[in-house]
């Protein structure tokens, strides 16, 4: 199922052009330090550059995005905590009282609430965008998360936020979520993209016990089997395993890649999304940087999957967006040594001899 917009969007993105990784590298070369002796921070840089398409770039306006939903499979009793923690979660993130709102100041970053399908009809609050396609998905242990219409309504939901982001004139966007159980849909999505054993790619999500775990790979086990989802159409992948945030974080990144407006990638979940982006199109991950690597199990797997190495191993494993929040940190720095920092030339300092 591949909507015209998608199928637009996709033929919009294109893989960053060389040229442009050499000249931004040029750039840095130039600048008062030995070739390379800024390691990772000049292989960002460059790839802003390249990706945004901006010669002399700034990271002025950052936003990161925290979709939240629920997940029917949660009442196969595969999380540490009740469904009702989500929506109660982002009243938390609107009152700024989260880790990710705290992350977010330090770095400078604004945060957006997304209800994507929290099971809770929340009133009208500041900060928060409404964007519910339903009351979360349905249980995948024995049907498909969700429909076809569903699938395409949370996909339009990434689209038209990072389209409007651009209008905006974000420079940098980031990804984050929220939802009880959705470890168990990412995976599954994991599994069957990656062809890894359900047991190399489920973790223990929000701190379950060692009975539990054992329950929730036989849970996601019984969904890849109930769906039979075809590993070569990431779509049908979506659509019987995922979740309306997983979903909604693809289309956004797909949303961002075609506006070439880079994106900081958070941990399993946001993965699983982008997971999905990057196997519609695979040059979707030149506009990607993945902040960190997760302590869930399946998290490294994925990141191999795309072909990605991530800036960060802090053992992390909360979500929300707070990985993504540092990872955007890191991005800023190496734009700011590119726009900042003095050349050779300018400052009155040799260059290498040869």
Known sequence: MKTSRLKKLLADIVSIDPHRLQCAQRQLDDLTKPPGSLGRLEELAARFVAASGKSHPRV??????????????????VSA???AVT?????????????????????????????????????????????????????IAVGPAMSSSELSKALEVGFDLAEEGAREGIDLFATGEMGIGNTTPSSAIAAVVTGAPVRLV????????????????????RAIEANQADPNDPLDVLEKLGGFEIAAISGFVIGAAAKRIPVVIDGFIST???????????????????????????????????????????????????????????????????????????????????
């Open 81 to 83: 905590y009740p469904k």
């Open 272 to 354: 699983a999304g982008a997971l999905i982006a990057c196997e519609l199109n695979n040059a979707v991950k030149d506009y990607l940087f993945f902040a960190h690597c997760s302590v869930e199990a399946g998290h490294r797997i994925m990141l191999r999957k795309i072909g990605v190495t991530p800036l960060l191993d802090l053992g992390l494993r909360l979500g929300e967006g707070t990985g993504a929040a540092l990872g955007l940190g890191l991005v800023e720095a190496a734009v700011k040594i590119l726009a900042e920092m003095a050349t050779f030339s300018g400052a009155g300092v040799s260059g290498r001899e040869r």
């Open 60 to 77: 002025e306006k950052k936003v990161i995005y925290t979709f939240a939903g629920d997940h029917g499979v949660s009442s196969e009793g």
């Open 87 to 139: 929506s109660q979660m982002v009243y938390n993130f609107l009152r700024g009282g989260a880790a990710i709102n705290v992350l977010a100041r330090h770095v400078g970053a604004e945060v957006r609430v997304v209800d994507v399908g929290v099971d809770h009809l929340f009133e009208a609050l500041p900060g928060l965008i409404q964007k519910k396609v339903a009351l979360g998905t349905k249980n």
């Open 202 to 221: 489920t973790g223990k999500g929000t701190g379950i016990d060692e009975e539990t775990l054992q329950k929730k790979i036989r849970v996601i086990e």
